[in-house]
Every structure is written in structure tokens, then in C-alpha cells.
């Protein structure tokens, strides 16, 4: 009994780590925006429509809303895309795509908004900066 329980518990390891596996693989990858639409300045208590401009990079990235830190009023945002993981993806030149967010202004003072835009030479983080104040 004990050997055909092994001999189960090992034919169904073999099996589950097939190299044929068919189940669809994706990541998530960040996307660095282009552009951002925004408001000049914002009302204590309103919401506003953000959008960020990106290019799609292959057919193979679907939107996944925003990557999202906050310190205090600074907010960093960058674009996250869902990547499928497959061997027929195919480059995109020019797909300029947008995502839009909506952003509820909680505190008086000025908001810092950082939009990721990569990566420079030196391997520093890039980004689009815009500071909105609040009346």
C-alpha cells in the first residue's frame, strides 16, 4: 500500500511538471507614460479625471490600471501592463493608449504628482512632475 501511494504521489509530480504545460503565463511589467492630462488645480473635496498616455508595447500587454505610492502629498504613479507570456507577440511601433483614474483631493496644500517615464543612462527613475495646488 505504501508503495503505490508513493508510486501515485511521484507519477503525480511528474506529471504536473510537464514541459508541455498549455497554462497561459503572464507578469507584470511597468510601462513608462508619455504624457498625463490633468487638471491646473483642484478643489478641496472634488474628484478629478487623470489620464497617462502610454505606448502599448506589443500586442502581447493588456492595461492593468496603475502601480500607486503615496508619501504625505506626493503621489507616484506608473502604468502597469499585464504581459502574456507567448512566443507569437508582436512589436508595436506607435500605439499610443490611455488610461484614466480618478483622483479624490482629501488635503489642502499643494499634490505632487510623479508619472514614471523610465529609466535615464545612469539608471536613475524618470518621471513626468506636475504640482497642483488645492483652494
Known amino acids: ?3 503505490l501511494v508513493l508510486l501515485l ?3 503525480t509530480a511528474f506529471i504536473s511538471c510537464s514541459p508541455n504545460d498549455d497554462t497561459p503565463r503572464f507578469h507584470l511589467e511597468l510601462v513608462p507614460a508619455v ?3 490633468m487638471p491646473d488645480s483642484f478643489e478641496l473635496g472634488g474628484v478629478y479625471a487623470i489620464t497617462v498616455w502610454y505606448n502599448r508595447p506589443t500586442t502581447c500587454h493588456f492595461s492593468d490600471g496603475f502601480y500607486y ?3 504625505l502629498n506626493e503621489r507616484t504613479f506608473a502604468v502597469q501592463n499585464i504581459v502574456e507570456e507567448k512566443s507569437n507577440c508582436t512589436d508595436l511601433a506607435d500605439e499610443l493608449i490611455s488610461d484614466t483614474f480618478n483622483f479624490k483631493v482629501l488635503s489642502n496644500g499643494s499634490y505632487v504628482f510623479k508619472f514614471w ?3 535615464d543612462s545612469e539608471g536613475e527613475n524618470t ?3 506636475r504640482e497642483i ?3
Open 133 to 135: 495646488p488645492v483652494y
Open 127 to 129: 518621471f513626468i512632475e
Open 117 to 119: 517615464t523610465g529609466v
Open 35 to 37: 504624457s498625463v492630462e
Open 1 to 3: 500500500m505504501r508503495r
Open 9 to 11: 504521489v511521484l507519477l
Open 69 to 71: 505610492e503615496s508619501n
